[in-house]
């Protein structure tokens, strides 16, 4: 079976790697994944690709460099590996044309909010917020392209509401979310991984 190549770019945690790491090796996706990069050393993300032996490289940003000089850089050492796809899980740098011109229609990212909702870092907080505010009544996730330097916005591949309860805590809505992340980043690339689109 010819399988996808998914390198997967991480800041973290990486428990969305995890899910992808698990679903490759009980072939439920179609894919390999082909690397690992990561801007922290101390990703814990780090640890869970290297106890799967796959191949890893950590690229962290200097200060001073030039951000289009760092996005060269990381695009030229991600080509090496061909990738079909390049999966964001948690990668917490934005992205240049001088990286997406290289890779176009095949980067997608993970936010932990739904389309035009709470872009950026703390999209969780800040849904709980408006949930407080009562300026909304659920939040979601979504996975999406990244065609351009529009932050956590571009063609949607999948979302899904999630509801946000009145006893909610920052901790069990975060597990909500991530929990539904889970399941969408598969839902998401299970298709686009299916050997019947060639
Ligand atoms: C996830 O909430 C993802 O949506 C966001 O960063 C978080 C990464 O979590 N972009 P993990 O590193 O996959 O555990």
């Given at each position: ?126 849904a709980i917020e408006a949930y407080q505010a009562g300026l909304i009544t659920y939040t979601g996730v979504m ?56």
């Amino acid at each position: 079976m010819n399988k996808k190549k998914l390198a997967i770019l991480i800041s973290g945690n990486g428990s969305n790697l995890q899910i992808l790491i698990d679903a490759c090796s009980t072939n439920k996706l179609a894919a390999e994944i082909v690397v690992v990069i990561s801007n922290k050393p101390q990703a814990y993300g780090l640890v869970r690709a290297a106890n799967a032996n796959l191949s890893v490289l950590c690229l962290p940003f200097t200060k001073g460099t030039y951000r289009s000089a760092y996005d060269e850089t990381l695009a030229q050492q991600l080509s090496v590996y061909n990738p079909d796809y390049i999966v964001l899980a948690g990668w917490m740098r934005l992205l240049s044309q001088s990286f997406l011109s290289h890779f176009s229609g095949q980067v997608i990212n993970i936010h932990p909010a739904l389309p035009g909702c709470f872009p950026g870092t703390h999209a969780i907080e800040q849904a709980i917020e408006a949930y407080q505010a009562g300026l909304i009544t659920y939040t979601g996730v979504m996975v999406h392209y990244v065609p351009d330097e529009g932050v956590d916005n571009g063609p949607v591949i999948i979302q899904e509401d999630v509801p946000i309860f009145s006893d909610d805590t920052l901790e069990t809505l975060e597990h909500r979310i991530h929990k539904t992340e889970h399941r969408l980043v598969l839902e998401a690339l299970i298709p686009l991984c299916n050997p019947s689109r060639g």
